[in-house]
C-alpha cells in the first residue's frame, strides 16, 4: 500500500513538472512570435494529432518553412516562421543560462556559513600554505 501511495506521488509529480514544462514551452513560443491556430476540419485535426507531441516540428509548405508545436489537449497548434523559431531559441538559451545562474546563487548560498572553524583557507592551504602544493620545494 506504501509503495503505490509512493508510486501514484512520483506520477502525479511527473505529470506535474511536464504541465509545467509544457507551459513554459508555450509561453516562450507566444513571446517569440509564434501564432496560435485552431483546425477548423477534420483533416487539420487530424494532422495535428500526428504531431509529436511536446515537440516542435519543421515542415515545408509551398516553399516556405514552419515550425509547429502541438498542444492537442487545447485542440490548437503554435505556428512561426524561421525568424520567430530564432527568438524562440535566444528565450531558451536566456532561460537556461537565468537557471544555470540561480542554481549557482542558491550553491553560494551557504558562503554565510561560519568557515572559520576549517582555519581559513589561508596559511596552511596550496601552495603559499605549510600544506603539499605546487612550488613547495625543500
Known amino acids: 500500500m506504501v509503495i ?3 508510486a501514484l506521488s512520483a506520477l502525479m ?11 513554459n514551452k508555450e509561453s ?3 513571446a517569440s512570435g509564434f501564432k496560435t491556430i485552431t483546425p477548423k476540419t477534420a483533416a487539420q485535426q487530424q494532422k495535428l494529432q500526428k504531431l509529436p507531441a511536446g ?3 519543421m515542415i515545408n509548405k509551398k516553399g516556405k518553412t514552419y515550425y509547429i508545436f502541438p498542444d492537442a489537449a487545447h485542440n490548437q497548434a ?3 516562421g524561421p525568424k520567430e523559431y530564432q527568438e524562440y531559441q535566444q528565450l531558451r538559451a536566456e532561460k537556461k543560462l ?5 542554481e549557482t546563487a542558491e550553491m553560494y548560498q ?12 589561508g596559511a596552511g592551504w596550496g601552495p603559499m600554505g605549510m600544506g603539499v602544493g ?3 620545494v625543500r
Open 4 to 6: 503505490s501511495a509512493i
Open 28 to 30: 516562450m513560443l507566444v
Open 98 to 102: 537565468a537557471n544555470e545562474n540561480l
Open 13 to 23: 509529480i511527473s505529470c506535474a513538472t511536464t504541465q509545467t514544462s509544457t507551459q
Open 110 to 121: 551557504d558562503a554565510e556559513m561560519d568557515w572559520g572553524g576549517w582555519g581559513g583557507w
Open 78 to 80: 503554435y505556428v512561426g
Open 134 to 136: 605546487i612550488g613547495r
Open 55 to 57: 515537440k516542435i516540428a
